[in-house]
T-cell receptor, first 111, second 115 residues
Framework: QKEVEQNSGPLSVPEGAIASLNCTYSDRGSQSFFWYRQYSGKSPELIMSIYSNGDKEDGRFTAQLNKASQYVSLLIRDSQPSDSATYLCAVIGGSNYKLTFGKGTLLTVNP | DAGITQSPRHKVTETGTPVTLRCHQTENHRYMYWYRQDPGHGLRLIHYSYGVKDTDKGEVSDGYSVSRSKTEDFLLTLESATSSQTSVYFC??????????????FGSGTRLTVV
C-alpha cells in the first residue's frame, strides 16, 4: 500500500511567521510531488509542484524535496490569515498517473 | 473551476436508489478521475479514465461504476446508494506526458447525502 503521511495538525502560527508543513511518502519510485490548498467547503487547488531534489520557490511558497529521505515539505513565509486552510500533500509514483493524497494538515494563521 | 464542471452540486437521495454524477471538461485532457473525500480519510480514488471507453478501478471502487463515452464527459454511478456513500465527490482532470505529470485540476465537488 503506497502511503502519504502528514501531521493532521492543527498547526497554528502568528501572522507574519513561517509555516512549515511536512509530508513523508512510502513509494521510493515516486517522481512527482504536489502541494494543494483546500479552503473549507471548497475544492483542492494546486499551489506547488516539485520533481527534483532541492528547493523550488514561488512567491511566499517554497517546496523542498529529499528523495533519499522520502520527504517533502512546504514553507509559507510571511503567513497571512488568508493562508488558513488545509494543505494536502500528493504524490505520483512510478509510471502511473494517479495521485495519492495525504490526509492534510490544517493550518491556522492568527492575526 | 475553469474548464471542469460537476453536476449536480448537491443531492439528497434515498438508500437503494441509483445515482449518477456528471463531470464535464472543456480542456480536452486525456485523464479524468473520481475521488471521494471524507473526514479522517482524506481524498480517495474511486475510478479513473485514461481515454474514451478506457477506465480502471481505484482504491474504493466497490459499489461504483463509471463510463466515458466522450473525451469531455466522465460519469460516476452509484448503483444502489448506501449511507456509507454519503460524501463529497470530486472530479479531477490531468494533462500528462510520459516524462512529467502536471498535477490535477479539481471540479467544485458534489455533496451527496444518502438518507
Amino acid at each position: 500500500q503506497k502511503e502519504v503521511e502528514q501531521n493532521s495538525g492543527p498547526l497554528s502560527v502568528p501572522e507574519g511567521a513561517i509555516a512549515s508543513l511536512n509530508c513523508t511518502y512510502s513509494d521510493r519510485g515516486s517522481q512527482s510531488f504536489f502541494w494543494y490548498r483546500q479552503y473549507s467547503g471548497k475544492s483542492p487547488e494546486l499551489i506547488m509542484s516539485i520533481y527534483s531534489n532541492g528547493d523550488k520557490e514561488d512567491g511566499r511558497f517554497t517546496a523542498q524535496l529529499n528523495k533519499a529521505s522520502q520527504y517533502v515539505s512546504l514553507l509559507i513565509r510571511d503567513s497571512q490569515p488568508s493562508d488558513s486552510a488545509t494543505y494536502l500533500c500528493a504524490v505520483i509514483g512510478g509510471s502511473n498517473y494517479k495521485l495519492t493524497f495525504g490526509k492534510g494538515t490544517l493550518l491556522t494563521v492568527n492575526p | 473551476d475553469a474548464g471542469i464542471t460537476q453536476s449536480p452540486r448537491h443531492k439528497v437521495t434515498e438508500t437503494g436508489t441509483p445515482v449518477t454524477l456528471r463531470c464535464h471538461q472543456t480542456e480536452n485532457h486525456r485523464y479524468m478521475y473520481w475521488y471521494r473525500q471524507d473526514p479522517g480519510h482524506g481524498l480517495r480514488l474511486i475510478h479513473y479514465s485514461y481515454g474514451v471507453k478506457d477506465t480502471d478501478k481505484g482504491e474504493v471502487s466497490d459499489g461504483y461504476s463509471v463510463s466515458r463515452s466522450k473525451t469531455e464527459d466522465f460519469l460516476l454511478t452509484l448503483e444502489s446508494a448506501t449511507s456509507s456513500q454519503t460524501s463529497v465527490y470530486f472530479c479531477a482532470i490531468s494533462e500528462s506526458s510520459v516524462s512529467q505529470n502536471y498535477g490535477y485540476t479539481f471540479g467544485s465537488g458534489t455533496r451527496l447525502t444518502v438518507v
